[in-house]
């Protein structure tokens, strides 16, 4: 079953998550621990889409990327392109403001081990879904890591076959869009250099180049 809003706050369709996230209120109750909305400009002609929440990032915070390491990335290239007020996120009261960028996830809860199952996937898929939706046509879809990559087709309805995930891989897309791929900025991509600052400063750069143009 897929829900038709944007997000829903009080989304408990996936028994398997919303159990480990009433184990994580347990064990930290300050955390936002809940499904993590999206965040950044309603208007926004770039849409970056993650995998998930991080255990002691945004399912912490309750703002996509804020507090963990793959924000580190993410949020300074955003700056350097002209997307943020500021290189860094930490938590949702930091002052920072996105600019014709949002951010989004996959899945919208954390999932044990950051591993999300195919049910799970396709059930938040609705969600992602009408997010896209509400996008212009000439708009960018960031996909970040081949989870978010399939999802992004998953949700346009598309065939996976057709639409490859390999990093800087560029497509248009019939609904007007155009789909850019980039390894996922998590630590392990960023520490073994699979993903370095400046291939990742390349595909945003190059979502930069789409939107102006």
């Known amino acids: 079953m897929q829900r038709t809003e944007s997000f829903d706050p009080d989304c408990r369709l996936c028994p398997r998550l919303s159990c480990f996230l009433e184990e994580v209120r347990g064990d930290y109750p300050d955390y936002h621990a809940r499904p993590v909305p999206p965040f950044?400009?309603?208007?926004?002609?770039?849409?970056?889409?993650?995998?998930?929440?991080?255990?002691?990032?945004?399912?912490?915070?309750?703002?996509?990327?804020?507090?963990?390491?793959?924000?580190?990335?993410?949020?300074?290239?955003?700056?350097?392109?002209?997307?943020?007020?500021?290189?860094?996120?930490?938590?949702?009261?930091?002052?920072?403001?996105?600019?014709?960028?949002?951010?989004?996830?996959?899945?919208?809860?954390?999932?044990?081990?950051?591993?999300?199952?195919?049910?799970?996937?396709?059930?938040?898929?609705?969600?992602?879904?009408?997010?896209?939706?509400?996008l212009t046509v000439g708009s960018v879809i960031l996909a970040l890591g081949q989870i978010a990559h399939r999802a992004v087709i998953r949700a346009l309805e598309l065939r996976q076959k057709d639409y490859p995930f390999g990093h800087a891989a560029e497509y248009d897309l019939a609904q007007g869009y155009r789909l850019l791929d980039s390894y996922h900025c998590s630590r392990y991509n960023t520490q073994t250099r699979r993903l370095t600052k400046s291939m990742f400063g390349a595909v945003v750069r190059r979502a930069r180049e789409l939107i102006d143009d």
């Not at 290189?87 to 920072?96: C, F, I, Q, V, W």
Request: with cysteine.
């Open 40 to 134: 950044g400009d309603p208007a926004a002609k770039l849409l970056v889409v993650g995998l998930a929440p991080g255990y002691h990032g945004a399912n912490a915070t309750g703002r996509p990327f804020t507090g963990d390491h793959a924000g580190i990335l993410l949020y300074q290239t955003l700056f350097e392109q002209g997307f943020s007020n500021q290189p860094e996120a930490t938590s949702p009261d930091d002052g920072l403001v996105l600019t014709r960028c949002r951010i989004t996830n996959a899945v919208k809860c954390l999932p044990p081990q950051n591993k999300p199952n195919g049910l799970e996937i396709a059930t938040c898929n609705g969600f992602l879904k009408n997010e896209i939706k509400v």
